[in-house]
């Protein structure tokens, strides 16, 4: 999906990460070299999900703290940059707790537990008690990140788009049960009159052309239309879009998944690259532990003297050079090592190069802000706000169609 091709009310990407302190080349490979591409193609918000780190390490809480700076100076130094995206922290901005709260009202238990990762988390997770009502409530927190910044798109993997399915349709609901306002069409021409001839009468046109014909081109159009009208409400607009499609007020945007590739980043064993499996290389991890790490990995068990040949697809090692080395070194390694031609520390010293090499501008810019604390929280509290300005223009807007804005 290119942006270029994206309605501009949908334009703005909203994405987590949970602070586990600092980062591995797993979450470079699999989320950072990512966000830094959409960072140039989007408006993003990136923020640190504290609060979902609480939902199953209630117990730990003391390490948030120190997890949360770790891992913004791993963003930082890896090229997120917050002169092109917002970074902010998810308690910082107390409206996310205020929609979760107000969207729960209204989601259906059952919507809850047949989330994919709900009993799939408590298996994996056998040793902490997950019966809780914030385990249990965590997609609608997740939910209200998402839609209160009126995100249109989330980068996800496949394993999480049903996260983004269920944001639908606790915004669909929600719609449904407040944007049928008394006098709806009524209020929706008049808006319509405020754009002026020339617009009002482009916009009608659009429109019948979507429900008449069910043109999607003419219903993308008619949002960039609206999205650049600077004579209307915020709540005008919203019934626009709705009025668009035939519904009420969409006061809450539905999101869209935007998919990405799979984390291709090993581990040390060959498995995924994961804390919990105790086979990572972080970001900043210091050279002689790298090196240290690398040249003790498995390999084919098949090698058992140097002179054995071996099998590239039974090594772990194999799996790094297919995230770090050219076709040429792969086919240097492939051949190689089925004719015994070379060692496996060889083989291994490739790879090490290149992991160092990788690593090597990231280590330095972290450490320019590790030692810079000041400058890297004020970045955050810039982001907090501008994070904060949006997240309560939504819920204004939120609590009015719900009738809670008390005058």
Excluded at 114 to 140: C, H, I, M, N
């Amino acid at each position: 999906m290119n942006a270029s091709t994206v309605p501009r009310q949908h334009q703005r990407v909203l994405s987590g990460m949970r602070p586990t302190g600092r980062l591995h080349l797993g979450h470079y490979h699999g989320v950072l070299q990512n966000w830094i591409r959409l960072q140039h193609e989007y408006e993003c918000f990136f923020f640190v999900a504290d609060w979902h780190a609480l939902t199953t390490h209630y117990e730990e809480s003391g390490v948030i703290s120190e997890n949360v700076w770790d891992m913004v100076i791993d963003w930082l130094a890896t090229g997120i940059d917050p002169g092109d995206a917002t970074l902010f922290i998810q308690s910082r901005v107390y409206e996310h707790a205020e929609l979760s709260l107000l969207l729960s009202m209204v989601t259906p238990l059952g919507w809850l537990e047949r989330v994919p990762s709900y009993k799939d988390q408590q298996e994996k997770l056998r040793e902490r008690d997950l019966a809780t009502f914030g385990f249990l409530g965590y997609p609608v927190l997740q939910s209200a990140d998402i839609l209160i910044y009126r995100a249109g798109l989330v980068p996800v993997g496949e394993d999480q788009v049903a996260h983004v399915e269920l944001t639908r349709e606790i915004a669909r609901r929600f719609n449904h049960i407040y944007g049928r306002e008394s006098g709806f069409e009524e209020k929706a021409e008049t808006a319509i009159a405020k754009m002026g001839k020339k617009y009002a009468k482009l916009y009608r046109k659009l429109r019948r052309r979507f429900q008449e014909q069910g043109d999607p081109e003419a219903l993308e159009t008619a949002r960039a239309l609206l999205d650049d009208q600077r004579n209307i409400t915020l709540g005008d607009r919203e019934r626009l879009f709705g009025y668009l499609e035939g519904g009420g007020r969409a006061i809450l945007p539905e999101p869209q998944a935007l998919l990405t590739e799979a984390a291709k980043m090993p581990g040390l064993d060959g498995q995924k690259m994961s804390k919990s499996y105790g086979n990572v290389i972080e970001l900043r991890e210091a050279p002689d532990g790298v090196r240290e790490k690398l040249r003790t990995m498995p390999t084919d068990p098949a090698r058992v003297r140097r002179k054995d040949p071996g099998d590239p697809g039974k090594c772990p090692v194999w799996q790094f050079h297919l995230v770090y080395s050219d076709a040429e070194t792969r086919g240097w390694v492939d051949n190689g090592c089925r004719t015994a031609a070379i060692g496996c520390i060889d083989c291994k010293q490739r790879v090490i190069d290149a992991v160092l090499a990788e690593q090597a501008p990231i280590r330095e810019r972290a450490l320019e802000y590790e030692s810079q604390p000041d400058l890297v929280r004020s970045i955050i509290s810039d982001g907090c706000d501008h994070a904060r300005d949006i997240a309560r223009e939504t819920m204004e807007a939120v609590r009015q169609v719900m009738g809670l804005a008390y005058r």
